[in-house]
C-alpha cells in the first residue's frame, strides 16, 4: 500500500483529503503545517507527499527545496491558487513533479497521485533494465549523461535534476534529432496525457531543464523549439 503524505493549513481539506485517498486503498498522514511535515518525513518515508503551496511556518515551495537539496526525489504534487501561474513555476522550478491548482475535483487527484506512483514505478523498472543491458555514455556538448545509472553531468559536474526533469532528458535522448509535439513528450517521458493549458506544464520544465543544460538558455543549441509544433534535442554525431 503506497503512503501519501498529505499537508494543507486547512482542516477541511485535509480531513476530505485523508478520507477518499483511504478509500482508494492509500494510507495517509497529514500534517497541518510545514513544521510538522518536516518531523513527519524525518520519522519515515512516503511514496508521494502532497504540498500545499502556502502553508505555516515552512512553505511547501521551502518543503520542496530542502527535500530536493537532500536529494530526496520522492514525487511531490503542489497545490496552488486557482489561475496562479507564479505559485506554478515557483512550485515546478523548485522541483515539483507536478501540480493541481485550487479548487480541485478529488478524482483528478487521486489520478495524478497514481500518475505519479507509475511514473516512479516505471523510472525504477527502466533502470533495473539500464543496469542490465547499458553500460554506455552519451556525450552531448559539454554533457555527459550516464544511462546506466542515470546521472547527468555538465563539465564533470553533477546535474541536480527532479524525476520529471530526468524522465523528460532520457526521453528526448532517446529521440535525439527527433521533432516532439507536446503530447508526445508528455505521453513518453511521464506517461500522461495533457490538452490545452496542460501543455505549459511542458514548457515549464523544458524551460527548467534548458537552465540547467544550456549555457545560453536564450539561445538554446541543444534543447530547441520547433515553433507550431514542439521541441527536438540536438545531437550531433561525434567522429
Given at each position: 500500500?503506497?503512503?501519501?503524505?498529505?499537508?494543507?493549513?486547512?482542516?477541511?481539506?485535509?480531513?476530505?483529503?485523508?478520507?477518499?485517498?483511504?478509500?482508494?486503498?492509500?494510507?495517509?498522514?497529514?500534517?497541518?503545517?510545514?513544521?510538522?511535515?518536516?518531523?513527519?518525513?524525518?520519522?519515515?518515508?512516503?511514496?508521494?507527499?502532497?504540498?500545499?503551496?502556502?502553508?505555516?511556518?515552512?512553505?511547501?515551495?521551502?518543503?520542496?527545496?530542502?527535500?530536493?537539496?537532500?536529494?530526496?526525489?520522492?514525487?511531490?504534487?503542489?497545490?496552488?491558487?486557482?489561475?496562479?501561474?507564479?505559485?506554478?513555476?515557483?512550485?515546478?522550478?523548485?522541483?515539483?513533479?507536478?501540480?493541481?491548482?485550487?479548487?480541485?475535483?478529488?478524482?483528478?487527484?487521486?489520478?495524478?497521485?497514481?500518475?505519479?506512483?507509475?511514473?516512479?514505478?516505471?523510472?525504477?523498472?527502466?533502470?533495473?533494465?539500464?543496469?542490465?543491458?547499458?553500460?554506455?555514455?552519451?556525450?552531448?556538448?559539454n554533457l555527459k549523461i550516464d544511462v546506466k545509472q542515470q546521472l547527468v553531468y555538465k563539465k564533470n559536474q553533477l546535474l541536480r535534476l527532479t524525476p520529471k526533469e530526468l524522465a523528460l532528458l532520457i526521453y528526448m535522448v532517446e529521440h535525439a534529432n527527433l521533432v516532439l509535439s507536446r503530447t508526445e513528450i508528455a505521453r513518453g517521458a511521464w506517461g500522461i496525457q495533457v490538452d490545452g493549458l496542460d501543455t505549459r506544464m511542458i514548457d515549464m520544465h523544458v524551460a527548467n531543464l534548458r537552465d540547467k543544460l544550456e549555457e545560453q538558455p536564450k539561445t538554446p543549441k541543444i534543447l530547441k523549439t520547433v515553433r507550431g509544433v514542439g521541441y527536438r534535442f540536438e545531437m550531433k554525431n561525434e567522429k
Open positions: 500500500m503506497a503512503k501519501i503524505l498529505v499537508v494543507d493549513d486547512e482542516p477541511a481539506i485535509l480531513t476530505l483529503l485523508k478520507y477518499n485517498l483511504e478509500q482508494n486503498q492509500f494510507e495517509v498522514v497529514t500534517a497541518i503545517d510545514g513544521e510538522s511535515a518536516l518531523d513527519q518525513m524525518r520519522q519515515q518515508n512516503f511514496d508521494v507527499m502532497i504540498l500545499d503551496i502556502m502553508l505555516p511556518k515552512i512553505s511547501g515551495i521551502g518543503l520542496t527545496q530542502h527535500l530536493r537539496a537532500q536529494n530526496d526525489l520522492t514525487p511531490i504534487l503542489m497545490l496552488t491558487a486557482l489561475d496562479s501561474e507564479n505559485d506554478t513555476i515557483q512550485g515546478l522550478e523548485a522541483g515539483a513533479d507536478d501540480y493541481l491548482p485550487k479548487p480541485f475535483k478529488t478524482r483528478e487527484l487521486i489520478a495524478r497521485v497514481r500518475a505519479l506512483l507509475r511514473r516512479t514505478k516505471d523510472a525504477e523498472v527502466s533502470k533495473q533494465h539500464a543496469e542490465m543491458t547499458v553500460t554506455q555514455w552519451l556525450t552531448v556538448g
